[in-house]
C-alpha cells in the first residue's frame, strides 16, 4: 500500500534505497500490475459515479458538539430519521463507493477537500512490523473522521521480524484496532513483496500460512473480528498458495490493469479494489492509491459493522 519504514527497535533504519529498487523490479515482473488504470478509464467520469459525502452533522464523534442538527444523537427525537443520514440511504444503485490509502508519504492532507471529492472512506497506515508507527496516522485518524469518512488502519507485515501474534498485538495498540460503531473499518493485513529482502521473506508456504494463522487469530482475539487481507494473485499464489483464509477473511486485491482484478487462490470475489496507485483527489498532494468499495454507502456502513 505504501512505501516501506526502516528501523527495527535498536537498529539502524532498513534502506528505503533497496526497498525502492527491489519493488520496482517486483512490479516490472509483473504484468498484472501494469499501467495503473480504473474500472473506468476517465478520472473525471469515475468521480460522476461518486455518492456525495456524508453531511458531517451526523457525526456521533464523542467531541462534537450535541446539537439539534445531529440526527444520530441518542437524546434527540432525530434518531430515528435515516432520510436525513446518507450512509443510511435506501438507494443501493451505486455498485462502488470510492475511498483512499495513505500514509505519512502523502504528507499533511486536506480532508475536508477529499470528502468534497466524493471520497468515503480512507485507510491509513498505522504500524510496519513491531518497529514502526506511522507518524500521521492519528492526524489522518482525525482529519478524516472529522470529515464524516469511514476509517481504518492497515499494518505492513514483516513476517521475517517477528511473530504473526506480536506484530497484531502492536498494530492494535497503536490504534488498528475495531468497534461496531458504524464508521470504523475492520484493520488490514497487508501482506506482499518483501521491500527488503527475499520475495517470500524466507519463510516456506507452510511458514507464512502458520504466521498469517497467527496473526489473525491474534486480531480476531484482540478485537472479536477478522481483519481484511490485502494482497495480490502473483505473490499470494506464489509465497501463501491454498488457505482456510479465504473462507474467514474478506480480501482486499491490489490490480492496477484494467478488466475485472485477478483473484489470489482461494477468494471468489473480494470486498474491496485497489485500482490504482495514482489516482488524482483532490486535498492530496500527487497520486494517491485509489479504492473502491463495491457496494453502496449503506453496503459500506453494513460492513463497518459486521453486519
Known amino acids: 500500500m505504501s512505501v516501506p519504514d526502516g528501523g527495527q527497535s535498536g537498529q539502524a533504519p532498513r534502506s528505503a534505497a533497496s526497498g525502492y529498487a527491489l519493488g520496482v523490479i517486483a512490479l516490472l515482473l509483473l504484468p498484472l500490475w501494469g499501467a495503473a488504470c480504473a474500472p473506468e478509464d476517465d478520472a473525471a467520469v469515475r468521480r460522476a459515479h461518486r455518492s456525495p459525502p456524508p453531511d458531517t452533522a451526523t457525526d456521533t464523534d464523542a467531541d462534537t458538539d450535541a446539537d439539534t442538527d445531529a440526527d444520530t444523537d441518542a437524546d434527540t427525537d432525530a434518531d430515528t430519521d435515516t432520510d436525513a443520514d446518507p450512509w443510511a440511504s435506501d438507494d443501493t444503485t451505486n455498485e462502488w463507493t ?3 490509502d495513505v500514509s505519512h508519504w502523502q504528507g499533511t492532507i486536506d480532508w475536508p477537500k477529499v470528502a468534497a471529492d466524493g471520497i468515503d472512506f480512507a485507510v491509513a497506515k498505522v504500524t510496519e512490523g513491531d518497529y514502526y508507527v506511522d507518524d500521521e ?9 472529522a470529515a464524516g469518512l469511514m476509517f481504518g488502519g492497515y499494518v505492513f507485515a514483516i513476517p521475517d521480524d517477528s511473530g504473526g501474534a506480536t506484530q ?3 498494530f492494535v495498540n497503536n490504534g488498528g484496532g475495531w468497534v461496531d460503531d458504524g464508521w470504523t473499518l475492520p484493520g488490514v493485513l497487508d501482506i506482499e513483496y518483501n521491500p527488503y529482502g527475499d ?3 524466507d519463510l516456506s508456504r507452510s511458514e507464512m500460512k ?7 487469530d491474534e486480531y480476531i482475539a484482540q478485537t472479536g473480528r477478522a481483519p481484511l487481507v490485502y494482497t495480490n494473485q502473483d505473490w499470494w499464489n506464489s509465497c501463501v498458495g491454498d488457505s482456510d483464509l479465504p473462507d474467514t477473511n474478506p480480501l482486499w ?3 492496477w490493469s484494467s478488466g475485472s482484478p485477478a483473484l489470489p487462490s482461494g477468494w471468489s470475489d473480494y470486498v474491496v479494489w485497489q485500482y490504482t496507485d495514482d489516482e488524482s483527489v483532490n486535498g492530496v498532494g500527487g497520486g494517491v492509491d485509489g479504492d473502491q468499495f463495491h457496494g453502496s454507502q449503506r453496503a459500506l456502513r453494513a460492513f463497518a459493522l459486521n453486519e
Open 199 to 201: 520475495t517470500c521473506y
Open 137 to 145: 496516522f492519528e492526524n489522518n485518524y482525525a482529519g478524516a473522521r
Open 253 to 255: 486485491v491490489a490490480y
Open 98 to 100: 470510492f475511498g483512499i
Open 210 to 216: 502458520q504466521w498469517i494463522t497467527d496473526f489473525n
Open 168 to 170: 497484531a498485538d502492536f
